[in-house]
């Protein structure tokens, strides 16, 4: 697991230290369940979950587990009057793979199902959920996949724009941040006008944030290179035969790079992993939200937006026949150059923004197939990674022909 700062966070009071095991109950990765009475993780079915990272909604019930027997070795969260005067939560010692928190009083704890990268418990005290505090533990060996300190400075960047929920600690293997208010959308919501329209001047207002003076390079192509090296050098071997050869995949990348780097895609501020259920639309004030940072960081403009029009066909059920049409696009493409913009704009340059987001899009295809060939291998959440990289590898290459002769506006 990736390893915490050696300092506490300069944006948030409150930080998990070591402790000792609570010895009436724990929560662990492996979903056992836990030793002390009246203390267990809420049931719920564990089917195939709809998105890559977690969400909000949830299918389980709530339990209230029995106080905790140590609440003194606790580090606590918040104040007594909001979660209880004996309120707590805590961590194992390192290396044994779990989370552990314990509740007392009214408080309730729930499992959220959606997410096949980590795992997240809400805790809470009143039912409208209004002092919900999240707690979310990293799948197995998502260290391969995700830099955690990155995600980390994400996060706090984030939130200094208005963008993120609060961060209140971090610990070795998870987080502890705020539940945000609001529905998280199904690909049924994000073709709708009136919410596409919000999803892209959110997308713009990202789009805009600067950590320092000098834009750093596309994370990209970095990470396809990380993840093409494990599945050559891990995971080849034990390759299905539905897989595209390793000398294939060395080739199509070869082709991607230089390809994809003529289009002049400006480097911005990016999410990089737009799936319906990492956008929160809260009714009340009118707006979206995008939550789970785990991907984000500097990358091509056209990325960002392309690998969220892939996610219009969904994680769990794939169906591309729901990819925006080109109709769809533009208007979604004009709503985000105008706030980027803040003035109309030519149908040259929306037109332009296309045809990079469309090319750009074959490169999400790819960097998910290949994060999916990882999990398969390392993953202990219940979900089909090698038939999604089978689909997503197909696409690519059903696709490629057709995108590959779009030609930029004169």
């Not at 979950?49 to 029995?66: D, E, F, G, I, Q």
């Not at 995971?235 to 595209?244: E, M, R």
Request: net charge positive; proline share 8%.
């Amino acid at each position: 697991m990736a390893v915490p700062p050696s300092a506490p966070l300069p944006c948030s009071p409150f930080y998990l230290r070591r402790q000792a095991p609570c010895p009436q109950c724990s929560w662990g990765m492996e979903e056992k369940a836990a030793a002390g009475a009246g203390c267990r993780e809420p049931p719920g079915p564990r089917g195939p979950p709809p998105s890559r990272a977690l969400a909000y909604p949830w299918t389980t019930t709530t339990s209230s587990p029995a106080p905790c027997a140590s609440s003194g070795s606790c580090d606590r969260i918040g104040s007594p009057s909001k979660f209880g005067p004996r309120s707590c939560l805590w961590r194992k010692q390192p290396g044994m793979g779990t989370c552990s928190f314990c509740w007392s009083g009214r408080s309730s704890m729930l499992r959220f199902t959606d997410g096949i990268t980590n795992k997240l418990v809400a805790c809470y005290v009143d039912e409208d959920m209004r002092d919900c505090v999240l707690v979310r533990v990293y799948g197995e060996r998502t260290e391969l996949l995700v830099d955690r300190e990155n995600e980390v400075r994400n996060f706090q960047l984030l939130r200094a724009h208005g963008c993120a929920p609060k961060l209140y600690c971090t610990f070795q293997n998870g987080l502890c941040y705020e539940y945000m208010q609001g529905m998280a959308l199904g690909p049924e919501h994000i073709r709708e006008p009136r919410l596409f329209r919000l999803i892209a001047l959110e997308m713009a207002k990202i789009h805009t944030i600067h950590a320092n003076g000098s834009l750093p390079k596309p994370i990209l192509w970095h990470k396809i290179h990380n993840y093409f090296t494990l599945v050559k050098n891990e995971i080849n071997p034990s390759l299905s035969a539905d897989v595209p050869k390793v000398e294939v995949l060395e080739q199509e990348l070869a082709w991607l790079k230089e390809h994809l780097s003529q289009l002049d895609s400006p480097v911005v501020f990016c999410h990089n992993d737009l799936l319906c259920k990492n956008i929160i639309y809260d009714s009340t004030k009118g707006h979206v939200r995008f939550i789970d940072y785990e991907y984000a960081g500097y990358n091509y403009q056209a990325f960002d937006i392309g690998n969220h029009f892939n996610e219009f066909a969904g994680v769990n059920e794939v169906d591309y026949c729901l990819y925006p049409s080109r109709e769809t696009q533009l208007q979604w493409l004009r709503y985000y150059l105008q706030a980027q913009k803040g003035m109309a704009v030519t149908p040259r340059e929306v037109e332009r923004l296309y045809v990079q987001v469309n090319k750009f899009a074959l490169a999400s295809h790819f960097l998910w197939a290949l994060w999916a060939l990882i999990q398969s291998q390392f993953s202990t959440i219940d979900f089909d990674f090698l038939r999604y990289a089978v689909i997503r590898f197909n696409q690519y290459f059903k696709v490629k022909p057709q995108v590959s002769a779009l030609e930029m506006p004169k």
